[in-house]
């Protein structure tokens, strides 16, 4: 037994992971679920929609956990699981029921059981700031009115509600976005909290080894404090991580979470990789996909990480792209080989390393990838399970995920940057050095060092330069008897 967490500090555990994010519509349908058989889905694979439901499930979940596991996966992030009429099932109506469509909560037990015998952890995703208006509370105020006794969980300002507004018309309570569908909990209101804190307490009380949580800086911060508590009282090995794209200092002293979602990594490595082939329609400016050069990649990333203690920046979800954003391979036109070294960069990061569900196999979001003032449906396609991938990275992935575990100081400290010109990178660390080429056309001259080159992409010509779009990464003498990983 290791010394127990700090209530301020993250769990330990969080920096040795390697994440896996599915969307569970559309991950894998085993048909085992009852409750699908009467009923009409679409065909598996139809082009992705906001109101389609493909059928994926819980316990095709289950049946790919020895795939996953061989690739190196060590923690699996589900988007959200409970009731709800949407197939993303952020509009919960039941947040103590698993959607029947998933399998029920049968079905999620199942799945820790699962994921716990391989050694493996499972993380939720926790939607608190707003519920569907199926929610049971809500209804309740939509068929009672003003003389609901739950007319203080929500915003009112208008009687009677329209939780069906004709277009133009004022829908009587706040929401999020604005959206009539998404009603906002009031978090002053002791019920709510209740509630939603019994909620946080009960999954974990089910074997859950986290959550993910859902645009938390429009929750009150006073309830993540007690949040905290609870979720810390019932395991204080459980990961709390926010939802928060840009400087989340405030949200990561202790009192809160213990990581967020490090989208400026993600973005930043992939603008960097692609340089000027980046496709920059979609525009978001907590997401800007725009070229970086390689001063000012080193910035972003000294900034971020200088953000945050180090037990903070172990504890981060390092992430490319998820369900809210284009698919990675989307915003690099198709090109693999520059995929393969964001890739690269995501697992050479202090934190947890996310991939999101298919990047192994060439999705890339449909040809549109995603609506260009919005996520869209289209980076959340269904995954094909027919051996008919476009490209399969699983092996490389697999060899990241080696070289990580293998160099613990990547994952502890994180390699020390600097530029090699305007395509090159280098990353140093005691014993081990990583050169990375992002140029389509020119070689990288400048990667002459000592030590044995232990795993590449790419090539490298006699005389040792770097080829387009490669890396190579080098140990030192005093680490050369250490196995080695093959070259991709």
Known sequence: MGQPTPFQDPPAWVAD??????????????GRVHEQRPLTLQAWGSPPSD????????????????????????????????????NHR??????????????????????????????????????????GRGFWAFHHLAENGASSPYRTWFHVHRWPIQPYPSEGEDCGYACWWALPDLPKFNHADPGVRQHLLAVGRHWLERGIDGW????????????????RQVVRQQNPEAWIVGEVWGDARTWLQGEHFDGVMNY?????????????????????????LEPLSTEDLLDLWTTTLGWYRPAVNRAQMN???????????????GDVRALKLALLLLFLQPG????????????????????ATGPGPNSREALSWQDDWPIDLRTFISELTTLRHRWPLIKEGGLVWSSAGSDGLVGDAPGLQVVINRSRSDVLESVHGEGSVVWSIGSRSESDALGPQSALVRTHNELNNREVVASS
């Open 264 to 288: 400026r990594l993600g973005w930043s490595s992939l603008c960097w990789v692609a340089g000027d082939q980046l496709r920059q329609t979609y525009r978001n400016s907590e997401y800007p």
């Open 51 to 86: 109101q389609d439901f493909q059928g994926g499930d819980l316990y095709g979940v289950i049946e790919a956990l020895d795939g996953l596991q061989a690739m190196g996966i060590t923690c699996l992030y589900l988007t959200p699981i409970f009731s709800s009429a949407a």
């Open 319 to 333: 992430l490319l792209d998820s369900h809210d954003v284009p698919r990675a391979l989307h915003s690099l036109n």
């Open 212 to 227: 993910r949580l859902d645009v938390p800086a429009e929750v009150p911060a006073d309830f993540w404090v007690e949040f």
């Open 90 to 131: 952020y509009h919960a109506y039941d947040y103590f029921q698993v959607d029947p469509l998933l399998g029920g909560n049968a079905a999620l037990d199942a799945l820790i059981v699962a994921v716990h015998q391989r050694g493996m952890r499972l993380v939720l995703d926790g939607v608190f700031n707003h519920c």
């Open 17 to 30: 992971a390697v994440i896996y994010q599915i969307f569970p519509d559309r991950f894998r349908r085993s």
């Open 352 to 371: 947890a390393p996310c991939v999101y569900y298919g990047t192994e196999a060439g999705l890339a979001g449909g040809p549109d990838g995603s609506i």
